[in-house]
Each structure stands twice: as structure tokens, then as C-alpha cells.
T-cell receptor
Framework: AQSVTQPDIHITVSEGASLELRCNYSYGATPYLFWYVQSPGQGLQLLLKYFSGDTLVQGIKGFEAEFKRSQSSFNLRKPSVHWSDAAEYFCAVALTNTGNQFYFGTGTSLTVIP | GAVVSQHPSRVICKSGTSVKIECRSLDFQATTMFWYRQFPKQSLMLMATSNEGSKATYEQGVEKDKFLINHASLTLSTLTVTSAHPEDSSFYIC?????????FGSGTRLTVV
């Protein structure tokens, strides 16, 4: 069965420090990969997505993610975290880029300390 | 880009009553919409896939008679929580697929008292 794993439930980083959020997936084929951010009580905002091509994708707010097929991973990174980045981050996969449902990871809660 | 409007954003209802949540695609047609539920401190779980003009497909463990989904047009899907109970209190989010990819609504916070 397909699954999406985010090993880190909660991460705390200092403002200005670098960040990496892990995501691993289990699928028979390479799915479409996404990272979303959710602020408290809010909906989801797409940070970036990978469909094909260059395995390093750039997103909004200075985020990037790298798809590694050999590791079935799609880790999210940011070189320098800002206090406003504190939120819940979800990795998600879909079997097609449209017309199919998402499967979400359990999320990683990010706390940023001054 | 594609915009999905979800309404209401917050609703409080009494136990035993029904609540309807609307999900509209504003500038595109969505033949398929998805409904998710998110409990506090947890991830989003797919409840059902809503297809325009046909019956919704429910995920295992989701009661179709309790969570009624109607997708009568290409721009509107509704989720009705019938005979709501406090354990139905949750954050419900819809999404729609388009040429832009997946777009999520802003969510509905349901509190059943």
C-alpha cells in the first residue's frame, strides 16, 4: 500500500538557521510530489511540487526540495529560516497531476526560536 | 491560477443537527473534488472523492450515510454532516483538480456542541 512518511513530528530551529524536513514515500512508481504549509487554523498553501525533470525544485518563500529516486525521498530545505516560517508542513503524493487524490504525510510542526 | 472557495470557514452546531459545507471552484471547472478531514495535531485524511454527476467514492471507514457528498455541477461540491456529534468536530478541507494542479479550499472548522 502507498504511504508517505514524515519521520520528524516536531522540529525546533533558531531563526536564521538552515532547515531540512524529511519525507519518504512508498509507491510502486514515481508519484507526483508536493510540499504544503499550513498555518494554525488555515488551509493549505502549496510550497512546491515535483512532476518530472530537474530533481531540485524551487518553491515559494525560499524553499526548495530535492527528489531522490534511489532513496524514495523528497526532503524540503531552506537555507535561512524566518520566524514567519513557523507552521505545520505536509508532504503529499499523488498518482497523477490532476484527477487523483492526495496522500498526506503526518506532518512536521516547525517552531522557530529567536 | 485556480481558486477554490470553501464556505463557511467556521461553524458551530448543536449535536444532532446537520451542517452543509460548500466547495466551489471559482474560475475553472472541476470534474473531481476531494474532501479531507483533519483532527487536531494530525494529518489530513482523505474522506471521499466527489465526481460530478455520479456518486462519491468513500474511503474505508467513512460512513457514506453520515457524510453526504453532492457534486451536482462542475463548480460545486457539498459535504453535509448529518446528525452531527461532538466527535465529528474537525477541520474539513476540500480540493479540486485542474490544469493548474490541485487547489485546496481554506477549510471549515466544525465544532459540534
Amino acid at each position: 500500500a502507498q504511504s508517505v512518511t514524515q519521520p520528524d513530528i516536531h522540529i525546533t530551529v533558531s531563526e536564521g538557521a538552515s532547515l531540512e524536513l524529511r519525507c519518504n514515500y512508498s509507491y510502486g512508481a514515481t508519484p507526483y510530489l508536493f510540499w504544503y504549509v499550513q498555518s494554525p487554523g488555515q488551509g493549505l498553501q502549496l510550497l512546491l511540487k515535483y512532476f518530472s525533470g530537474d530533481t531540485l525544485v524551487q518553491g515559494i518563500k525560499g524553499f526548495e526540495a530535492e527528489f531522490k529516486r534511489s532513496q524514495s525521498s523528497f526532503n524540503l530545505r531552506k537555507p535561512s529560516v524566518h520566524w514567519s516560517d513557523a507552521a505545520e508542513y505536509f508532504c503529499a503524493v499523488a498518482l497523477t497531476n490532476t484527477g487523483n487524490q492526495f496522500y498526506f504525510g503526518t506532518g512536521t510542526s516547525l517552531t522557530v526560536i529567536p | 491560477g485556480a481558486v477554490v472557495s470553501q464556505h463557511p470557514s467556521r461553524v458551530i452546531c448543536k449535536s444532532g443537527t446537520s451542517v452543509k459545507i460548500e466547495c466551489r471552484s471559482l474560475d475553472f471547472q472541476a470534474t473531481t473534488m476531494f474532501w479531507y478531514r483533519q483532527f487536531p495535531k494530525q494529518s489530513l485524511m482523505l474522506m471521499a472523492t466527489s465526481n460530478e454527476g455520479s456518486k462519491a467514492t468513500y474511503e474505508q471507514g467513512v460512513e457514506k450515510d453520515k457524510f453526504l457528498i453532492n457534486h451536482a455541477s462542475l463548480t460545486l461540491s457539498t459535504l453535509t454532516v448529518t446528525s452531527a456529534h461532538p466527535e465529528d468536530s474537525s477541520f474539513y478541507i476540500c480540493s479540486a483538480a485542474s490544469n493548474y494542479g490541485y487547489t485546496f479550499g481554506s477549510g471549515t472548522r466544525l465544532t459540534v456542541v
